[in-house]
């Protein structure tokens, strides 16, 4: 009977079972891929998403740098306006221009000798070194011309500079602040001086001891200078206070700067040093007086 059945039995139903199977299992695996491709595209979505929120974190982060920036920037300028307008208020020549000018008196020549000697010299000391009032010649009102303030002050000149014979020696010394100011004041003396010898007492081209061969060749009445070279010759001895009578100081004229002479530390410190080479000795043992111009 098993051979007239023809066919395998057997086989024919192994077959239908796979392919029964196969049937089964192919929509599976159709279903997967579909399945992967959604997730997929998820997963992008959600790529895409992050990767936009980073941008806008690094837009925010980068907004907030420039932000604190600009911030320091306007910052930094502001404070370096106000450094400026300090500084423009602690200027020298901002205060005197906002002041009137104001003549000086010998209490502000004496304020001055005090406040340097203060820090050396003793007590006892500062006191041996005041000068009287008696020291003094009338000061400058503001009002006078050199010529006309020496006429004030010394009414009898014709007679003391005939009286003067000695060398290395001048009758009157006039002390300013510059070069400049030197030759503006001898020409100013054409009215005063008469038969006068003059001299001008600076450094610019002019050395030492040039200016020591001319006070020592002849007799000079009237030297007009600044304190430096003053006192360079003091200490040389090219110069010496035996026959001076008259000091007087250009106390009260200002520069471009609006600067009196004392007003610049270095001119202040070569006055300074000046008084101290014999002429503060000289004014008071009476010998030599100081006027205030």
């Excluded at 050199?146 to 060398?167: D, G, M, N």
């Excluded at 430096?228 to 035996?242: H, N, P, S, V, Y």
Aim: hydrophobic residues 30%.
């Amino acid at each position: 009977m098993a051979d007239d059945l023809g066919d395998e039995w057997w086989t024919q139903g192994d077959i239908s079972g796979v392919s029964e199977v196969e049937e089964d299992t192919q929509p599976l695996a159709e279903e997967q891929p579909k399945k992967s491709t959604s997730e997929k595209r998820k997963g992008e979505q959600q790529v895409q998403d992050n990767t936009k929120k980073k941008k806008r974190k690094e837009t925010v982060k980068k907004e907030c740098f420039i932000t604190q920036g600009r911030s320091e920037e306007k910052g930094d300028k502001e404070s370096n306006k106000n450094k400026k307008r300090r500084k423009k208020k602690k200027t020298i020549t901002d205060v005197l221009t906002s002041s009137e000018p104001v003549p000086g008196s010998p209490a502000d020549f004496m304020s001055l000798l005090k406040s340097h000697h203060s820090q050396t010299r003793t007590v006892i000391e500062q006191e041996e070194l005041l000068l009287s009032e008696s020291c003094f010649l009338r000061s400058n009102d503001l009002t006078h011309s050199l010529s006309s303030y020496l006429k004030e002050v010394c009414p009898k000149w014709a007679k003391i500079q005939k009286q003067h014979t000695q060398t290395r020696s001048v009758v009157l010394l006039i002390v300013c602040g510059s070069a400049l100011r030197t030759i503006d004041l001898i020409k100013q003396l054409i009215v005063f001086k008469g038969q006068a010898k003059v001299l001008k007492l600076f450094a610019k081209h002019i050395k030492v001891d040039e200016q020591i061969k001319l006070l020592s060749k002849g007799v000079t009445h009237i030297a007009v200078g600044t304190p430096g070279r003053i006192c360079a010759l003091l200490e040389k001895e090219g110069l010496t206070t035996q026959g001076l009578r008259y000091l007087v100081l250009d106390w009260n004229y200002r520069d471009q700067k609006h600067r009196r002479m004392v007003d610049i530390p270095e001119v202040k410190g070569d006055l300074l040093k000046m008084m101290d080479h014999g002429l503060n000795q000289s004014c008071r043992e009476g010998t030599v007086k100081i006027g205030l111009f």
